[in-house]
């Protein structure tokens, strides 16, 4: 059954993937991006199936403008596609309050105003599906990307609280967390990066160098990641956090291990901060 999807950050990299892919399965699509000139093509193809919307996402009224565009053009919303978002790379010490802050407001914010705009409708209706396009750097912490990962951090948070929120009233609310794609994310996060201090050489530098090394050659395919949004849609019992691809499985794998070992070692210290404990706070371990 064709279903009314809203979709932010469409022009290009994932968004555009997941834009042709929902095309392409016949649905109805209000594709919005801060330049819906770069859709020229699919408009020509698909006509009234496809409308695009100018949108900056940290624009509340705008949000809710893409939003009423889409109920007045096809009735409703059925999936609602935050995917808008970037990232830059530098040291936090390095990285300006103007950077910092508009990273989350994109990343962050942008997901918190589509989804303030969408749920009256998707409350209404009873049903509804928001998938937020967030990143395994939302489970894990990576040098050189500190607004980007503490915007995703926050979308996780977000997505699980708001889902205990909303599905009880047939929302479905789903952090999609991907590793790696074969996209220009890379090339952007890299093209504002500073003259990095030397003592951010053997953190944030690794960090660039591996990027180049790897440019070209990440592990995962946004067309296939495209599938699986498509799919999510479809779920009635979609995970509120979803791993996506083999390299963001292995970073976060080796990330809880270390969290759960840690959480182990320090238990006693822990426990003892409640109000029943007795004796001195343990000593602490070495790690």
Known sequence: MSKVWLITGSARGLGRHILEAVLEAGHRVVAAARDPGRLAD?????????????LDVTDA?????????????????????NNAGYGHIAPFEQTSDEDFRAQIDTNFYGVVNLTRAVLPVMRAQRAGHIINISSVGGRIGTQGLSAYQAAKWAV????????????PLGIKVVALEPGGMRTDWASVASSQIPQILPD?????????????????????????????????????NP??????????????????AERIRAAGAWKDVSLSTDVTAQGPIPAFPDR
Do not use: C, M, N, W
């Open 61 to 81: 009224a705008a949000a809710r403008a893409a939003v009423q565009l889409a109920v007045d053009t096809f009735g409703s919303i059925d999936v609602l596609v």
């Open 42 to 54: 699919l408009q020509a193809r698909y006509g009234e199936r496809l409308r695009t919307a100018a």
């Open 156 to 167: 996780g948070g977000f997505t699980e609280s708001i889902a205990r929120e909303v599905t």
């Open 239 to 256: 995970p509120q956090h979803l791993l996506l691809g083999s390299d963001a499985l292995h970073y976060f794998g080796e990330t809880d």
């Open 200 to 236: 951010y050489e053997p953190s944030v530098g690794a960090l660039l160098q591996l990027l180049k090394t790897h440019s070209g050659s990440q592990a995962g395919d946004p067309g296939r990641v495209a599938q699986v949004v498509l799919g999510i849609a479809d779920h009635e």
